[in-house]
């Protein structure tokens, strides 16, 4: 995938010199060839360093079952301990089929009466060379956070000294175990993770990144780092579904493409609890997102949630677009009774799907209820007028839980117009009430005999025939008033484009302030030449696989 880790690797340099004091995965099972020992017999001895460039073999791949191999320790310091030049700037470097990202931070001493050059720290990450520009972006982002971090507490209390005081001296009494000794393979970083809590924590993030996608660790028990990795957050959260190529669009417009396509009638839908998320926050979390779970319900819009936790409609729109980048909340649009939905063509009922919808609703089978919405269906279709109001509360809930695993979706009606002969742009039919209206207005004598009509019977003629082909787009013609007020409606709707197949009802409904029953009316009443269909809103279709586009 491309998305994973492969290691995560701690050096620093100083005036003393550069040196890699941590990497996990370690891979102590790793076995060197027996000519790729470089360790010294005697403290004396020397290296044939000609000899040995000479008798390697420069593997092709360094990865072996998911994990950093080739590389030692000595190749890496030199490689990450990169020059003052490079400080506070992007690493990124790519040997074979791995790539390498870091963000070198430069460390002052917090010894401040000591004159000391500054200490470069560099948390580098492994990932696969394929990995895409968004995926190494965010490592970049987190190696630079980390990094930041542990200045900040290197200024406060020395952290990072003390931190690699116990790494380099683990280093150097498992070094001096090793003399004499034939084997060369002894690796200290088993120690080091019992000693060192700042192992521990790089540890934790390798191993929060690799399951879940979301780094949560407390530096020396002080500072919190946070962070989302989009990619692994949405993809578990799709449950293996979605193509990398799609994560990798949907991460890179996921955040701002739904700021920019959300409207005030969207709802959120959360996919944890709201009182485990508000309990997963941090204390000095924003005031706002509190309000703002405190008075979730599916069932409000945006605009709603604003009103009842008395936020600006964009700082809705902005927590709801945070709430969709770390995988805690979807869009949808608010429940009713006049929602339509279907069985979504990415649902995977897996038998782990089908026991938690067991433990959720003992007694209700998964499978019947998934047949009910084989076609599409309308909340109000599965609600008779003699369902209790405890039968209505448990649908609402199996919607919920179906939306929240992704196995329903919602279909919108959308409108075109497609002209027929029953149309009113078809020619026949227009020339025929051209001729009627003439010969009507011919008949009644619409001026006076003592009138004298402007203009040539011929030129009179034009002009009512311009009106009248213009009748259903020029608002201030003088017979706009002879129609109804549905072909007015209908009129004004085509001229704004609502119904050139764009707009669904609930869109329309929401910028022209119109109800629901006088759009149902308008397409009965004028069902000729307005073609219905009913598909996906593109807000939404943005988390589904069937249109990652």
Request: aromatic content about 8%.
């Amino acid at each position: 995938m491309g998305i994973y880790p492969l290691s995560v690797i701690l050096v620093k340099s100083d005036s003393k010199g550069d040196r890699l004091l941590f990497r996990y995965p370690h891979m102590t099972d790793h076995i060197r060839e027996s000519g790729q020992c470089t360790k010294r017999k005697t403290p004396y001895s020397l290296i044939n360093t000609e000899d040995l460039l000479q008798s390697l073999t420069f593997p092709t791949s360094n990865i072996s079952n998911g994990n950093l191999t080739g590389l030692t320790d000595e190749v890496l310091s030199t490689l990450f301990a990169v020059k003052p030049e490079l400080y506070e700037q992007k690493f990124e470097l790519k040997i074979n089929d791995v790539r390498f990202v870091g963000h070198p931070t430069k460390v002052p001493s917090h010894a401040s009466k000591e004159v000391h050059s500054p200490m470069l720290c560099n948390i580098v990450f492994a990932l696969h060379a394929q990995a895409s520009y968004s995926v190494v972006k965010c490592y970049y982002n987190l190696s630079k956070r980390l990094g930041i971090a542990l200045r900040h507490e290197e200024k406060r209390c020395g952290f990072l000294t003390d931190e690699l005081k116990i790494m380099v001296s683990t280093h150097d009494e498992i070094a001096g175990r090793s003399e004499g000794e034939s084997d060369c393979d002894e690796s200290p970083y088993e120690l080091i993770l019992q000693r060192s809590s700042l192992a521990r924590g790089l540890k934790s993030v390798f191993s929060n990144l690799s399951t879940s996608g979301i780094v949560s660790i407390i530096i020396n028990k002080w500072i919190q780092v946070r962070f989302c990795l989009p990619q692994k957050v949405h993809l578990s959260h799709k449950k293996g579904l979605l193509d990398p190529e799609i994560i990798d669009r949907l991460v890179l417009l996921v955040f701002f493409r739904c700021l920019k396509s959300l409207r005030p009638y969207h709802g959120v839908l959360l996919l944890t609890d709201p009182l485990e998320l508000l309990e997963s926050l941090q204390i000095d979390s924003s005031p706002a997102l509190k309000r703002f779970l405190q008075m979730y319900n599916p069932l409000k819009s945006l605009q709603t949630l604003a009103a009842d936790s008395d936020l600006t409609l964009a700082q809705v729109f902005q927590l709801a677009s945070h709430l969709v980048y770390w995988a805690k909340a979807t869009i949808i649009y608010p429940l009713c009774e006049s929602n339509v939905y279907v069985v979504s063509p990415d649902a995977a009922l897996t038998n782990q799907l089908l026991e938690s919808f067991s433990e959720q609703f003992p007694g209700v089978c998964l499978l019947q209820v998934i047949s009910d919405f084989s076609l599409p269906t309308s909340i109000s279709q599965k609600l008779s007028p003699l369902s209790q109001s405890q039968q209505q509360t448990q649908l609402i809930k199996i919607i919920i839980w179906l939306l929240k695993n992704q196995v329903l979706l919602q279909l919108h009606t959308y409108v075109r117009y497609v002209p027929t002969v029953y149309g009113r742009l078809s020619q026949d039919a227009k020339d025929q009430e051209i001729h009627d209206t003439i010969a009507t207005e011919e008949s009644e004598s619409i001026w006076s005999a003592g009138d004298t009509p402007k203009g040539t019977p011929t030129e009179i003629k034009e002009l009512t025939l311009t009106a009248k082909e213009d009748i259903l787009y020029d608002y201030q013609s003088e017979d706009y008033n002879i129609l109804s007020d549905d072909k007015k409606l209908l009129d004004r709707l085509c001229r704004l484009g609502y119904f050139n197949g764009d707009y669904h009802l609930e869109e329309i409904m929401y910028l022209e302030n119109i109800d629901r029953s006088q759009l149902l009316q308008l397409l009965d009443k004028f069902r000729d030449i307005l073609m219905v269909s009913e598909c996906e809103d593109p807000t939404i279709a943005l988390f589904y696989n069937n249109s990652g586009s």
